[in-house]
T-cell receptor
Framework: GDSVTQMEGPVTLSEEAFLTINCTYT??????LFWYVQYPGEGLQLLLK?????DKGSNKGFEATYRKETTSFHLEKGSVQVSDSAVYFC?????????FGSGTKLNVKP | EAQVTQNPRYLITVTGKKLTVTCSQN?????MSWYRQDPGLGLRQIYY???????DKGDVPEGYKVSRKEKRNFPLILESPSPNQTSLYFC????????????FGQGTRLTVV
């Protein structure tokens, strides 16, 4: 069945460092791919999305490209800030369901 | 403001005492779903609904019930809660099933003792 695997955390970076969080997926058909962010005590918020192969989603300096050939949707940001500290979830949407990775906690130190 | 509202935010209950967590959305979405979030497991889908009176099981439906009598509301019912249902629960809605962005509620932290 469909599934999402993302890198384990926590990831600890210094401010202005480069961020990559790896995400790979298994799916039938033509899923949509998402990155969500969760701040403490809150629900998940959409960070970015891509609905077909080779699409690039971007928002707030974060980017991810839908790579069908490698079944990946890695999240990247060129320069992280302390305010980016949160838990990031990779997700796949297909037909009537969403599938989420286990989440990666990002800690950014000043 | 577009939103998904869950109540209550926090709930402590005893084993076997029936409870309902409410979920309401104001975006006229047809698709709604429930998830539980547990450490190291991400979010797992409990039930989903494609429209009024249409519901189906997700990946972890055991011990839960849902109903969809109105488009905006999708309550989650635990008829006889057990300690293994202690978790953080999220309701979400979408306008195109799994292909469009899901909007999430703030979450309900449930503790069953």
């Amino acid at each position: 069945g469909d599934s999402v695997t993302q890198m384990e955390g926590p990831v600890t970076l210094s401010e202005e460092a480069f961020l990559t969080i790896n995400c790979t997926y298994t799916a039938t058909g033509y899923p949509s791919l998402f990155w969500y962010v969760q701040y403490p005590g809150e629900g998940l918020q959409l960070l970015l999305k891509a609905t077909k192969a080779d699409d690039k989603g971007s928002n707030k300096g974060f980017e991810a490209t839908y790579r069908k050939e490698t079944t990946s949707f890695h999240l990247e940001k060129g320069s992280v800030q302390v305010s980016d500290s949160a838990v990031y979830f990779c997700a796949l949407g297909n037909f009537n369901k969403f599938y989420f990775g286990s989440g990666t906690k990002l800690n950014v130190k000043p | 403001e577009a939103q998904v509202t869950q109540n209550p935010r926090y709930l402590i209950t005893v084993t076997g005492k029936k409870l309902t967590v409410t979920c309401s959305q104001n975006m006229n979405h047809e698709y709604m779903s429930w998830y539980r979030q547990d450490p190291g497991l991400g979010l797992r889908q409990i039930y989903y609904s494609m429209n009024v009176e249409v519901t189906d099981k997700g990946d972890v439906p055991e011990g839960y019930k849902v109903s969809r009598k109105e488009k905006r509301n999708f309550p989650l019912i635990l008829e006889s809660p057990s300690p293994n249902q202690t978790s953080l629960y999220f309701c979400a809605s979408s306008n195109r099933g799994g292909y469009a962005e899901a909007f999430f509620g703030q979450g309900t932290r449930l503790t069953v003792v």
